[in-house]
């Protein structure tokens, strides 16, 4: 019988986590099931995913009227929902957790969309749901804005653990990076313990492709020496970004200053690739899957994902092939006059509208479900 290929990828040693959160896949045991069955070690959220949760279900219809009758706007009744639903989740994932010493079995819940660009906003309402969720293996999703990044440091410092999502440049993902390290030695000197602090750095795939193909194509379309080069780069791009990223985790992470903190009980802080799933229907349902197979990192996949790697994955560690071939791919692309800051600066923005927008469609959907209850 042939092994499971996701239980392989655990064997290589990649976490593989589940992007998608419900209540009902509580009471199904589906959520227990993926752990059992597939190793599913921990699970990601964000706006958009319990925007599908709640609105796309019928799950919540009675504790949302029964927090609507207490008086609940509808935004306490999004918080009340989603933090019940990450305690759940952290509590089955807790068992991961312990076998790992604190390594493995998170669930990350993300701060409102709205504070992207707003420092202080952005600690303070972190501190209420590390607080109100009060479990050790949560992650605090805070988005890797410029205005993000000082916070993300005083969370850690302050041994909050932090995911930090929608990175896609790779000097953006080498500053995250450093404010980790910076923030353990801040513990560090104060004699505080560094063995609990988790943080992973979420790098963002198929965002790329979905945005740069059409410029490719519209390349080739046109004709000429570039045409060649640019049809070359369709569907490469997102896997180059990320290839070339994992050196900056190994410099880093490997360095004499990391290891002084790791003699102390410091994790590292792992790459997880996320925006996983292939838009694309004429490319392979897996490919932001099997090249990026690596010890000590985390690939976070939606339930459709995690069926089809089951179902034809091959697992191999491939992360560390083909960098050459990525930094020169990526050369290529600058070379058409495509610049990956401006790239990356549109990706970023774009993805805090596209964490905004069904956000603020939850809180339509939960305010009208609150009148329709009499609250």
Known sequence: MKKNPLLQLTSLGQSVWLDFIQRGMFASDELQRLIEEDGISGVTSNPAIFQKAIAGSRDYEDDIRRLARQGKNAEEIYWTLAIADIQQAADLFRPTYDRTAGRDGFVSLEVSPHLAHDTDGTVAEARKLWTAVDRPNILIKVPGTAEGLPSIERLLTDGINVNITLLFGLPRYRQVAEIYCAALEARASRG????????????????????????????????????ETARSLKG???????????????????GTSFRKLASQGAFT?????????????????VMYVEPLIGPDTINTLPLETVT????????????????EAAREQLARLAELGISMDQVTEQ??????????????????TLEAARTAAGG
């Open 192 to 227: 505080q313990p560094l063995n609990h602090v988790a943080s992973v750095a979420s790098f963002f795939l198929s965002r790329f492709d979905v945005l740069l193909d059409p410029l490719l194509e519209k390349i080739v379309q046109e004709g000429g020496p570039k045409a």
């Open 236 to 254: 490469k791009v997102a896997l180059a970004q990320a290839k070339t990223a994992h050196p900056i985790y190994q410099d880093i992470f490997g």
């Open 269 to 285: 802080q792992r790459l997880l690739w996320a925006s996983t799933s292939t838009k694309n229907p004429e490319y392979n349902d």
């Open 308 to 323: 089809a790697y089951r179902d034809h994955g091959n697992p191999a560690p491939r992360l560390e092939e083909g960098l």
């Open 347 to 364: 990706l970023e923005a774009e993805g805090v509208q596209k964490f905004i927008k069904p956000f603020d469609a939850l809180l339509g």
